[in-house]
């Protein structure tokens, strides 16, 4: 039985605008107030979340996606937790059998649970790799760390979207099965089904935004393989 935890997330902010003589022409001729206002990004939300949840953040640009990631990163640390940020992950400027792995059966092996199983690529430095191949070394660095929380911001934007949903497929059954909660915001909404999420939250402007769970189909996730198509069946029927 995992454990839940709550999270507790209220963030505004106030705005003020300078005046000087140019900018009270231009509140002038356009007919814009310059009175001073408050923003709220989060208005004293709640959120269940529990260890080894896969958690699935969404929304436009500027919605406040990555103050959210931030804010859990921040909470899960100070609870113990021990956070990585996927996209903190430095390379070496040498061979990826050089960088990983207390010794070469260990990098092996590292390297081959998020499928980097070519030999070739072993001797290969970072910048030799492309973007895919770049982001599964990130992981196999992240499962050697040990930590229990996984985020990762703008997540695989760069990717083109057949990579993304393979690598998101791959990372999210590589978070459950060793038991880490990974936490990943960005703009495209074409990955529930490869992530098959316990937690989706799509924000919108302002404090506005969606929560949904998914348990059953997170659960399914964690206990067997599952299919693209499972997961999605699942989610369709609201379960």
């Given amino acids: 039985m995992k454990e839940m935890h709550t999270y507790k997330i209220d963030k505004r902010f106030q705005t003020r605008v300078d005046r000087c003589e140019r900018v009270l022409e231009v509140a002038e001729g356009f007919g814009i107030g310059l009175e001073d206002k408050e923003f709220v990004v989060f208005d004293n939300l709640e959120l269940q979340i529990a260890d080894g949840d896969v958690v699935y953040i969404n929304g436009q ?41 207390t010794d070469t059966n260990d990098a092996i092996r590292l390297m081959g649970l998020t499928g980097l199983n070519d030999a070739y690529l072993w001797v290969r430095k970072p910048n030799e790799l492309s973007d895919g191949q770049r982001y599964r070394l990130r992981l196999a660095k992240v499962i ?27 990372l999210q059954k590589a978070a459950r099965q060793y038991g880490a909660t990974l936490i990943v915001a960005t703009t495209h909404t074409d990955m529930v089904d490869d992530l098959g999420p316990d937690l989706r939250i799509e924000k919108r402007y302002r404090e506005k935004l969606r929560v949904d769970t998914f348990a059953e189909a997170g659960r399914q996730a964690a206990e067997r393989p599952m299919t693209r198509d499972e997961i999605n069946d699942l989610l369709l029927k609201g379960i």
Avoid: C, H
Wanted: proline share 1%; glycine share 8%.
């Fill in 144 to 170: 050697e760390s040990g930590a229990n929380v996984w985020v990762a911001d703008e997540f695989l934007a760069v990717l083109d979207r057949t990579s993304a949903k393979v690598i998101a497929y791959s």
């Fill in 61 to 101: 640009s500027g919605g406040g996606k990555t103050q959210l990631l931030r804010e859990l990163s921040v909470q899960m640390a100070a609870r113990g937790r021990k956070v990585v940020n996927l996209d903190e992950v430095t390379f070496k400027d040498e061979p990826l059998i050089r960088q990983i792995g």
